[in-house]
């Protein structure tokens, strides 16, 4: 029974590129957060999704980031013409539920900006 | 912002319990208290949860205040492999969404 699984495990890429970030949550689970962590920082919500619906997107900044949950493959976490500012630790939880369900994380996509 | 408040570090002696408190003095009547964990650069781990009534599972134990106000959670024998950033979070039950907010939480330091 696979967990979480995110990838890449690593990505690195330079100003202004584009960074997708996958997110596969374990079997049976239809609902999705994702989570930004700075260094030295907590986790910092930024959006949840049921699939092909955007519940709550208010963590996430208002340009250049974007989300979706497809019917069909994994939550992709797309960030557009990155920043330096963006390098950070990106993990995806998935949950069987709404609430009072726990979260099961992924091991994160570990982004850096050149 | 979190509904709860915890020490922001804590040392335990190795094989010794490890207590660490949270504060949640705001919860209302239909939130849980769940309690995870973040060893160094991995995801968040869940451990634990209760509504009112302690907890045991393999893992720690859960002690809910009467007023349900505090908790603590208990690691019983700490490990150097217990020392991580432990997160206690309240959040409501039902089928109505509620965001997962994570604290600073507390840094526990397992010391041998």
């Known amino acids: 029974n696979a967990g979480v699984m995110q990838n890449p495990r690593h990505l690195v890429r330079r100003r202004g590129q584009e960074a997708r970030l996958r997110c596969s949550p374990m079997?049976?689970?239809?609902?999705v957060y994702w989570y930004r962590q700075l260094p030295e920082e907590g986790l910092k919500f930024m959006v949840y999704?049921?699939?092909?619906?955007?519940?709550?997107e208010s963590g996430m900044p208002k340009e250049r980031f974007s989300a979706e949950f497809p019917k069909e493959g994994p939550s992709i976490l797309r960030i557009q013409q990155v920043v330096r500012g963006d390098s950070a630790a990106y993990f995806c939880?998935?949950?069987?539920?709404?609430?009072?369900?726990?979260?099961?994380f992924g091991s994160g996509t570990q982004l850096s900006v050149l | 912002d979190a509904k709860t408040t915890q020490p922001t570090s804590m040392d335990c002696a190795e094989g010794r319990a490890a207590n660490l408190p949270c504060n949640h003095s705001?919860?209302?009547?239909?939130?849980?208290v769940y309690w995870y964990r973040q060893i160094h650069s991995q995801g968040p781990q869940y451990i634990i949860h209760g509504l009112k009534n302690n907890e045991t599972n393999e893992m720690a134990s859960l002690i809910i205040t009467e007023d349900r106000k505090s908790s603590t959670l208990i690691l019983p024998h700490a490990t150097l492999r217990d020392t991580a950033v432990y997160y206690c979070i309240v959040r409501g039950r039902g089928t109505s969404y509620d965001k997962v907010i994570f604290g600073p939480g507390t840094s526990l330091s397992v010391i041998p």
């Open positions: 999704l049921q699939k092909e619906n955007i519940i709550d």
């Open positions: 939880a998935s949950a069987q539920g709404a609430s009072n369900e726990k979260l099961f």
């Open positions: 705001t919860i209302s009547g239909n939130e849980y």
């Open positions: 079997k049976g689970h239809s609902h």
